[in-house]
Each structure stands twice: as C-alpha cells, then as structure tokens.
Nanobody, 119 residues
Framework: VQLAESGGGLVQPGESLTLSCAAS????????MGWYRQAPGKQRELVAV???????DYGDSVKGRFTISRLNAQNTVYLQMDSLKPEDTAVYYC??????????????WGQGTQVTVSS
C-alpha cells in the first residue's frame, strides 16, 4: 500500500493549512490512518490518528487546533491545521495500517511533507 501526501508549505503564525494523504493499492481493511511529525533533532511524534471505528486521537500539543478527518471509501485522510505556531514546523508523515488484499498486515508511511510556520 502506497501513500501520497500533499498540502505542505510555508505559512505565517496563526494561519491554516490542510494536508491530505491518499492510499493506493489493494486494501482489504484499513484499521487506521493518521499523521506524525518530526522536527529537526526531535523524535517522531503523533499528531492525529483516525480509526476505522471513527474514533480520533490527537497529540497534546495540537488538541483544539488540528482536526483529522477521513473518507473511508477513498482511503484518504485529511489534517486541518488551524492557529499554526512556529513550533508546528516539522516534516509531517502520513501513516496507514491495516490488511491488504492478500489479508496480510501492512504499516505504510508516506515520504513526508514539510510544514514551515514562520513570519
């Protein structure tokens, strides 16, 4: 299963940005899709994840500012990022977990998209 991300870029503090990630390939069942980020010199951290059961989980630093949504039929996930701060600057990675068409588990990562928040 391959993931294609889009939507990164340079914005000013307080502005908004939307990331999207589409999964392609043979998917039997998508367990969860989400976003992680990694800033220079830091470990990769959870941003937001949405499960097939429509539950969502967010990292503490983005709660109340970021919203994850998912189109199950298209295996696409979006991340709406509002009130962006300089500390949100990082490479954002899409992740997808589930079972492929051969009923084997997969855990796929996108190549990452840069988000820079700076005045």
């Amino acid at each position: 299963v391959q993931l294609a991300e889009s939507g990164g870029g340079l914005v000013q503090p307080g502005e908004s940005l939307t990331l999207s990630c589409a999964a392609s390939g043979s998917v039997f069942h998508m367990v969860a899709m989400g976003w992680y980020r990694q800033a220079p010199g830091k470990q990769r951290e959870l941003v937001a994840v949405r499960t097939a059961g429509h539950s969502s989980d967010y990292g503490d630093s983005v709660k109340g500012r970021f919203t994850i949504s998912r189109l199950n039929a298209q295996n696409t996930v979006y991340l709406q990022m509002d009130s962006l701060k300089p500390e949100d600057t990082a490479v954002y990675y899409c992740n997808a977990r589930g079972y492929d068409g051969d009923r084997k588990t997969f855990d796929s990562w996108g190549q990452g998209t840069q988000v820079t928040v700076s005045s």
